[in-house]
């Protein structure tokens, strides 16, 4: 059996990891490499790094403090925020990334994702997904979020992750702007919902406060992995608890 992957979440503005609600009322959460570090010491499956900052102010992804986390870390690595191109991938996996996600550029232009896939393979692909539910709508549904959350797109989430899978994305990274750091909960609703479609892995994000809540995403919402940040940049519980937890609820974890 596939082992459930715990991963922390780093994202990154101005060279601080910081964490907000929505998306909005940012807070300081430390420096990028230390908080790496620290994670790779306490048995972090995977970090994801993303510069939160770069598409909204228009500018590349920090790259030198990719390459410094990179050197703390031996894990697998994926960044996102501000790639746009082929080369800006190329330059993040040349900086000691294993992975880049895309949401904003893949959304303007699908044929990033199957060029990359082409290109470096469909492993290091990762679809960035921020959605956000439908107000009024008498079904449940979600739409696409670009620009850090802040712009949406009237893009139906589901329809949007079927296509990218069909073209080339390997590995969904699905943030609920709605729950995203409310602390009470993933959108399980959502993840189960693109679990079930898709046959690529799918981390659930946004919305963790207890253990318990990673348990439910990866037990009720299917996900194969599970994101959070601040439950972990502020100390409130560890990688080692949270899989410790997780394993006495029979999801299967990697324990060193």
């Known amino acids: 059996m596939l082992t459930k992957r715990v991963i922390p979440c780093l994202d ?4 601080r990891v910081v964490k907000g609600t929505s998306f909005t009322n940012l807070r300081d959460a430390g420096d990028p490499v230390e908080q790496a570090a620290f994670y ?15 598409t909204p102010e228009g500018r590349e992804t920090m790259v030198h403090v990719v390459e410094n986390v990179a050197k703390q870390v031996f894990v697998p690595l994926c960044v996102g925020g501000g790639l746009r191109t082929i080369d800006d991938m190329r330059r993040m996996l040349k900086a000691g990334a294993d992975k880049v996600s895309i949401n904003t550029a893949a959304v303007q232009n699908p044929g990033l994702l199957r060029e990359g896939a082409a290109i470096f393979g469909r492993q290091c692909m990762v679809l960035a997904v921020d959605a ?10 979600w739409e696409v979020c670009t620009h850090g959350g802040r712009k949406p797109t009237g893009i139906d989430v589901l329809d949007w992750i079927k296509k990218a899978v069909d073209i080339g994305a390997g590995e969904i990274l699905l943030t609920s702007w709605d729950a995203d750091g409310q602390r009470s909960g993933y959108d399980n609703e959502l993840n189960r ?3 079930e479609m898709v046959t690529v892995p799918v981390i659930a994000s946004g919305g963790a406060g207890t253990l318990e809540h990673l348990y439910q995403a990866l037990a009720l919402g299917k996900a194969d992995a599970v994101l959070a940040a601040s439950i972990f940049h502020y100390r409130e519980y560890s990688i080692r608890q949270t899989k410790e937890y997780l394993a006495a609820k029979g999801i299967p974890v990697r324990l060193k």
């Not at 990154?12 to 060279?15: F, K, N, P």
């Not at 956000?132 to 549904?141: M, Y």
């Open 193 to 195: 919902a693109v679990s």
């Open 12 to 15: 990154v503005t101005c060279g």
């Open 132 to 141: 956000r539910r439908c107000a009024g709508d008498s079904v449940t549904a």
């Open 40 to 54: 790779y010491r306490e048995g972090a499956d995977e970090l994801v790094f993303l510069d939160i900052g770069a």
